[in-house]
């Protein structure tokens, strides 16, 4: 594998679910993301890990759990969610405030 | 709080045009500005990384400029192809690794 790449490409859970997303990079980036696509909305930038530590939280409700164990791999915990939680959900990897690397996305909806 | 816009949202010309996409950014202590091509469900694919140092970058027949002072980078293509249709997102970075996106531009190219 190259790049960035994430699991699972699409999701469908209820409200009462709980799951989790996963991004990998293979980049030796120390630098990784979360960001939220919504239909008609830019990119929101989500959580920021460097170096393993969480350096940015952009106000997003806590039933979104990051998780970054090393430089590598990167999870989005997710429980009981709500329908407008629907959307793709991107990672990304750089460098410390260097070019970004997407992954594929993950396609969630929540019913 | 950083606000970045991106205009016209879409574009339509024949192949063969040159074209210009326009992203202004409302705080100029920037670190850096990319510019992504996204298709249809995708993700985002990096194309250009112009630093606050710099004027401008190219790849190919792909021109990005950077104007801190007046807060404006431009994205020019050369001789459009139909692949080129995509929709062209601009990203400013700015202190502690956050980074705001505009809506995007939609391309289409027609053979």
Same mark, same amino acid.
């Given at each position: 594998?190259?790049?960035?790449?994430?699991?699972? !490409?699409?999701?469908?859970?209820?409200?009462?679910?709980?799951?989790?997303?996963?991004?990998?990079?293979?980049?030796?980036?120390?630098?990784?993301?979360?960001?939220?696509?919504?239909?008609?909305?830019?990119?929101?930038?989500?959580?920021?890990?460097?170096?393993?530590?969480? =350096?940015?939280?952009?106000?997003?409700?806590? $039933?979104?759990?990051?998780?970054?164990?090393?430089?590598?791999?990167?999870?989005?915990?997710?429980?009981?969610?709500?329908?407008?939680?629907?959307?793709?959900?991107?990672?990304?990897?750089?460098?410390?405030?260097?070019?970004?690397?997407?992954?594929?996305?993950? $396609?969630?909806?929540?019913? | 709080?950083?606000?970045? =816009?991106?205009?016209?949202?879409?574009?339509?010309?024949?192949?063969?045009?040159?074209?210009?996409?326009?992203?202004?950014? =409302?705080?100029?202590?920037?670190?850096?500005?990319?510019?992504? $091509?996204?298709?249809?469900?995708?993700?985002?694919?990096?194309?250009?990384?112009?630093?606050?140092?710099? $004027?401008?970058?190219?790849?190919? !027949?792909?021109?990005?400029?950077?104007?801190?002072?007046?807060? !404006?980078?431009?994205?020019?293509?050369?001789?459009?192809?139909?692949?080129?249709?995509?929709?062209?997102?601009?990203?400013? !970075?700015?202190?502690?690794?956050?980074?705001?996106?505009?809506?995007?531009?939609?391309?289409?190219?027609?053979?």
């Amino acid at each position: 594998e190259t790049g960035v790449t994430q699991t699972p !490409r699409h999701l469908v859970m209820g409200m009462t679910n709980k799951k989790s997303l996963k991004c990998e990079q293979h980049l030796g980036h120390n630098a990784m993301y979360w960001y939220k696509q919504s239909a008609k909305k830019p990119l929101e930038l989500m959580f920021v890990y460097n170096f393993k530590e969480q =350096t940015e939280n952009n106000s997003v409700p806590s $039933r979104f759990s990051p998780e970054c164990p090393n430089s590598s791999h990167l999870f989005l915990h997710l429980h009981t969610l709500q329908p407008e939680d629907s959307a793709l959900y991107l990672c990304a990897s750089s460098h410390q405030d260097g070019e970004q690397f997407f992954g594929p996305g993950t $396609r969630l909806t929540v019913l | 709080k950083q606000e970045v =816009t991106q205009i016209p949202a879409a574009l339509s010309v024949p192949e063969g045009e040159n074209l210009v996409l326009n992203c202004s950014f =409302t705080d100029s202590a920037i670190y850096n500005l990319q510019w992504f $091509r996204q298709d249809p469900g995708k993700g985002l694919t990096s194309l250009l990384l112009i630093q606050s140092s710099q $004027r401008e970058q190219t790849s190919g !027949r792909l021109n990005a400029s950077l104007d801190k002072s007046s807060g !404006r980078s431009t994205l020019y293509i050369a001789a459009s192809q139909p692949g080129d249709s995509a929709t062209y997102l601009c990203a400013a !970075r700015g202190g502690y690794q956050k980074v705001t996106f505009g809506i995007g531009t939609k391309l289409q190219v027609i053979p």
